[in-house]
């Protein structure tokens, strides 16, 4: 089934005529000059020099736009985007060309037909930390197995929403024939509810890394038989009734630019409704619906409304059995200090039953 989907991956760029380049001993002044007026620039010497460079632009925006506020935040976030996204490295033979460059495993996965071409600093950072993740796998505290998550799929990186849920699988005790993942990401969940004795989990994801990555971690392994993919939106291909139907949905109304990565993270404004309406289809009458949400959007003031609310309100589908929250850990001082807002923040892990 995998032959037919196309992995997304970060564009190669076309080698063309000679850039200015940059190591550590060209003038910086100059170089920020360059990228301000649109400008590319080719990192040469050590990698490093580029880490040296994002950390210069990262000082000088700094300067100019404040980023205390959830949308400051994004507002810098662009910025920082468009100026490292014009820092350039060139990959010959599916190897970076600078010195002291880490080894990085999808180049010769995803470029094995071109021998010489550029991507974006940032870019290439994207590619060697999915590569370390998937290389090294992430432990989660709910699973025996770790992840290997394939590049550009989400992965949990905090784990109360994951907790939320092991501790109500832990105590459900209906039929545990099948269930559907919506948006499988890593497997993370469908592995969960297989742990808890569910003998089927079907699975859809819209991004085709989630599911040519699970499809090859799963391999012929006894989890292979247990869960099946399908590439597709909300419920895809699967049109049976099922005891449970989870889903961990992007949290925040979508904003401009998409990527599949973002797509993970923002939701348009059709994705609740649609999701609930097909969900109404496919839940046996006595199934449940699990949501696990955030109240980050409502924190940040993204947004005053919220969609499983706004369902319940107004539709006569669900009702809600009960909704468990848990505060989420801040990560560091460092995020403390930049990101006050996430103090309050909280996961939610919605139960509802049909009407
Ligand atoms: C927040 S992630 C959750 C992933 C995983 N279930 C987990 O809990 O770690 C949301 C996932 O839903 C997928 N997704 C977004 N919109 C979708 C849609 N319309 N249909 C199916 N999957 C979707 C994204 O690609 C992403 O993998």
């Not at 600093?121 to 090294?136: E, H, I, K, T």
């Not at 269930?179 to 085709?208: C, E, R």
Request: overall charge positive.
């Amino acid at each position: 089934m995998n032959s037919d989907i196309a992995i997304h991956k970060p564009a190669p760029i076309a080698v063309g005529k000679p850039l200015d380049k940059f190591n550590r001993t060209s003038g910086l002044k100059e170089t920020l000059n360059i990228l301000e007026s649109g400008m590319p620039v080719l990192v040469s010497g050590f990698y490093s020099d580029g880490l040296l460079l994002l950390r210069e632009i990262h000082h000088y925006l700094k300067n100019q736009i404040p980023h205390q506020s959830f949308k400051e935040q994004r507002e810098y976030r662009s910025a920082y985007r468009k100026l490292s996204n014009l820092v350039l490295l060139e990959i010959k033979d599916q190897k970076l060309c600078i010195r002291k460059s880490p080894v990085i495993g999808w180049l010769e996965r995803f470029y094995a037909d071109n021998d010489d071409f550029l991507l974006t600093f940032p870019q290439v950072q994207g590619l060697n930390s999915a590569w370390q993740w998937y290389q090294n796998g992430i432990s989660v505290p709910v699973l025996r197995n770790k992840l290997h998550t394939y590049y550009g799929v989400y992965f949990p990186t905090r784990f109360e929403h994951l907790l939320l849920f092991d501790n109500w699988l832990k105590r459900y005790s209906g039929p545990k024939k099948s269930a559907i993942d919506v948006g499988v990401g890593s497997g993370v969940l469908s592995m969960q509810m297989i742990k808890h004795g569910f003998q089927k989990v079907y699975g859809t994801d819209t991004n085709p890394n989630a599911i040519f990555g699970l499809t090859e971690f799963m391999g012929k392994t006894k989890l292979s038989r247990k869960l099946e993919l399908d590439f597709a939106h909300l419920f895809g291909k699967w049109k049976m009734e099922v005891e449970l139907i989870v889903f961990n949905p992007p949290w925040l109304p979508e904003s401009h630019e998409l990527d599949r990565i973002g797509e993970a993270i923002y939701y348009n404004e059709c994705l609740f409704p649609d999701f609930f309406a097909e969900a109404y289809l496919r839940l046996l009458s006595d199934g449940k619906l699990l949501i696990i949400f955030s109240n980050l959007a409502q924190i940040t003031n993204v947004t005053k409304s919220h969609p499983i609310e706004k369902e319940l309100a107004e539709n006569e589908r669900f009702q809600l059995e009960r909704c468990y929250t848990k505060k989420v850990k801040v990560a560091s001082a460092k995020t403390n200090r930049d990101q006050h807002w996430r103090a309050d923040e909280e996961v939610e892990l919605w139960v509802l039953v049909k009407k």
